[in-house]
């Protein structure tokens, strides 16, 4: 079935009109930072900005810029270094990956939450335990359509590790729809979403009336739904009323502008400079040499946008040449409970072969590898080639991650005597270099956590690698660095 994306309905630009509309967030000098293994480490440095209603924000930068910490701070989950944030008393709705950790609610039980009706509900058997208290059968009504909104009316008694991670993230938009708040922070929404439910989400967001800021590192997702887009760089913030396409184009014209101003201005100064030297050394011109001097100190020098232009750099070596076949998968079948997903899967993988699992949230992708490495038992037969070593990224590969140890840590706990004096080589080429290094874990992006498993991975031989939605939380920079290694792979499999 051919899906195609709707155009992205015209908004009124709120920044073009802020007399007339009412700000539901405001930044005013705000800065954070965290306390690092070497100190204090700065995310964001006196910005200020102001959000109005109505309007929806693209927030973007390199992974680890503060893209989350930002979000974190519109949402109050987050105390300002210096600063001040007037969330102007609003009930704010976030939804980021972390939501649905620990719940063990089923889904309407989580939707239920939305609604502030009941303190909570449990699942007996996977089944809803009905509560006859006035208005809950209500809501359980109106929990039950938001799921179905989103595709999950099939999963309305399931519990949240039951489903897929795209599946999991519908539940958390679901919740989000039901809440109907003023303002919406979504932070990577489209994360292990397929094209039909992106799409709805794209739908969803340019009816919505309330103020939404997101982070994402979806192109065409950021164009189809957005009208302003706010870059943080190196601390500071570039705000542009244009979607992320047209702000590309904007950012780079302003830059050539700025680089142009900037070589007149320095001629300019430069020509002073040489008159104030020719004029001290005339008595009869010193007054004038001081009067240029002083025209020299007034002048504002124009300076040019920053940018991060650091990338990581990735190379997969191959441990050893596996046999011709590297998999072998015969009459694979994997059930929960009355829910079939794969039935009599065959499948055989060949040394080189580059493979990806395509389909909808729930068809069984991540099930089908984690059955391939072993995380997972089902029925049937798996058979591994001669000299297979597979490297594993699941798709929630750096939840394993320790919070309480840094990065160096991380990395040196899981390096051996062959490999550990190469760990800050390989920490550099993922942009963990100097101070970066010594974070700890618990104050990472979603990127940089993302980064960091893929560097723990390279602590470890292998000549099959198989991967579980790795771009996730990646900025757009190491997306495109992570496509190029696997050319050097004997099989790959998504």
């Not at 609610?105 to 996977?126: E, H, K």
């Not at 124009?302 to 191959?318: A, C, G, Q, R, Y």
């Amino acid at each position: 079935m051919t899906v195609s994306r709707p155009k992205k309905m015209t908004q009124h630009n709120a920044a073009d009109d802020k007399s007339s509309v009412q700000d539901v967030i405001a930044l005013s000098e705000a800065s954070l930072s965290f306390d690092g293994a070497q100190g204090r480490v700065d995310i964001l440095s006196n910005i200020t900005l102001r959000v109005p209603q109505g309007q929806t924000i693209a927030v973007l930068g390199p992974s680890g810029a503060g893209k989350t910490s930002l979000l974190m701070v519109m949402s109050g989950l987050e105390q300002l270094t210096s600063g001040t944030a007037d969330l102007a008393g609003h009930d704010i709705t976030h939804m980021d990956e972390d939501s649905l950790a620990g719940l063990r609610r089923d889904n309407v039980g989580i939707i239920f939450q939305a609604f502030r009706l009941i303190p909570s509900m449990t699942a007996v058997q996977n089944v809803c335990v009905p509560l006859e208290l006035a208005g809950h059968k209500d809501a359980e009504a109106r929990a039950a359509e938001a799921l179905r909104s989103v595709g999950l009316g099939h999963r309305l008694t399931h519990l949240p590790d039951q489903l897929s991670g795209g599946e999991q993230q519908r539940v958390l938009l679901a919740r989000a729809l039901a809440q109907s708040t003023p303002v919406l922070l979504l932070d990577e929404p489209t994360n292990h979403l397929d094209i039909e439910s992106i799409i709805w989400l794209e739908q969803f967001l340019n009816n919505y009336s309330g103020a939404v800021v997101i982070v994402s590192h979806d192109k065409m997702f950021l164009d189809n739904v957005t009208n302003r887009t706010i870059e943080i760089v190196l601390g500071k913030i570039y705000d542009y009323p244009k979607a992320y396409t047209k702000y590309l184009v904007l950012r780079e014209e302003q830059k050539t502008l700025q680089l142009a101003s900037q070589k007149n201005q320095q001629k300019q100064i430069e020509q002073t400079e040489k008159l104030i030297e020719k004029f001290r050394a005339k008595a009869s011109k010193a007054t004038m040499a001081q009067s240029l001097i002083k025209k020299l100190e007034k002048i504002e020098r124009i300076e040019v946008d920053e940018d991060d232009n650091s990338v990581m750099t990735l190379k997969f070596p191959v441990s050893t040449t596996p046999g011709k076949v590297v998999v072998e998968a015969t009459q694979i079948t994997k059930d929960y409970a009355d829910l079939k997903v794969l039935q009599h899967i065959d499948l055989m993988v060949d040394r080189g072969s580059k493979i990806a699992f395509v389909g909808q949230n729930g068809q069984g992708k991540s099930t089908l590898a984690k059955i391939i490495v072993g995380d997972l038992e089902a029925k049937g037969d798996i058979k591994l080639g001669h000299n297979v070593q597979i490297g594993y990224f699941a798709q929630n590969q750096a939840e394993y991650l320790d919070g309480n140890k840094t990065v160096l840590d991380t990395m040196i706990d899981a390096a051996n005597e062959t490999n550990r004096s190469k760990v800050r080589d390989i920490l550099g080429s993922f942009l963990f270099r100097g101070d970066a290094a010594e974070k700890y874990v618990r104050v990472l992006s979603g990127g940089e956590r993302n980064r960091l498993a893929l560097a723990k991975l390279l602590l470890q031989p292998l000549n099959v690698l198989i991967m579980d939605e790795p771009t996730n939380h990646l900025d757009i920079k190491s997306k495109n660095v992570l496509k190029l290694p696997f050319n050097n792979l004997k099989a790959h499999l998504f």
